[in-house]
């Protein structure tokens, strides 16, 4: 048996309170759960009978637990626009950046290219990005623009492929998924809605992109509006 120990500034106020039992069949997926009262009369504590667990009060409990988890002790930089135990939301300002193309069309290319505003959203469900029209903090008014990139599925689902990118999903891996996201391969432009404006589609814009038509400023003209705003996004998620 392992040995648990709990660091806390105020552990003296630390007890055990309850016990959760899971039963499963033949060692697969738990099918039924528990939950037991815990009495501390004596010199250890005596788990009393159970009671089939409640839903909804596992999933308060569980999410409680997750929260501590996912925020104790880290720092926020003001980038992060919302977090969660599931996901977490955060936005990338106008700036130049590398990209890298490997397709028959572009040929195997890398430049630093201009990019708009981004919010990236990470969650248990997949990694998305989406573009802003605008360079200062979003807002949950703030509407949300088709982000102008290959490798993107519609609600803008990032199509992570071979790319590495991290298994927390916190404060702290942010700029782990900004690598994933910016240090990988553009390869093809994905099936679905339209991602950019212009009049000879995606692989006409990404050519003038790489030789430097636009300098220095994003041509926010060629943005594609999603009809979403970012405080739906937070509240509804992706797909909402």
């Known amino acids: 048996m392992k040995h648990v120990h709990l660091a806390s500034s105020r552990c003296d106020e630390l007890s055990l309170a309850s016990a959760i039992l899971i039963y499963a069949e033949n060692g697969s997926n738990p099918v039924y759960a528990t939950v037991h009262p815990v009495s501390h009369s004596g010199k250890r504590p005596v788990i009393g009978a ?12 569980v999410n409680a637990l997750a929260q501590r988890c996912a925020v104790a002790g ?8 919302s977090i969660d135990p599931s996901a977490i939301t955060w936005w990338c300002r106008p700036a130049m950046r590398r990209v890298f193309f490997d397709c028959p069309e572009l040929g195997t290319v890398s430049a630093v290219v201009p990019h708009p505003g981004l919010v990236f959203h990470a969650s248990n469900t997949g990694f998305y990005v989406y573009a802003l ?3 200062a903090r979003p807002t949950p008014e703030t509407p949300l623009f088709e982000p102008p990139y290959f490798n ?9 492929g071979s790319a590495s990118v991290p298994d927390r999903i ?3 891996s942010i700029g782990g998924w900004e690598i994933g996201f910016f240090e990988s391969a553009f390869t093809h432009p994905n099936a679905g809605g339209k991602r950019v404006n212009h009049p000879r589609g995606e692989y006409a ?12 400023q994003f ?3 060629c943005l594609v509006p999603m009809n979403r705003a970012l405080g739906d996004l937070i509240a509804q998620g992706p797909k909402g």
Do not use: N
Not at 153 to 160: A, K
Not at 205 to 216: I, N, Q, R, T, V
């Open 50 to 61: 159970g009671r089939p667990v409640d839903r909804k009060a596992l999933f308060e409990t």
């Open 74 to 81: 880290q720092f926020l930089p003001d980038t992060v626009l």
């Open 133 to 135: 029209a605008g360079s």
């Open 152 to 160: 993107t599925w519609d609600h803008g689902s990032i199509c992570i």
């Open 170 to 172: 916190d404060a702290s």
């Open 205 to 216: 814009f990404w050519k003038e992109m790489l030789a430097g038509k636009y300098g220095k």
């Open 219 to 221: 041509p926010l003209k």
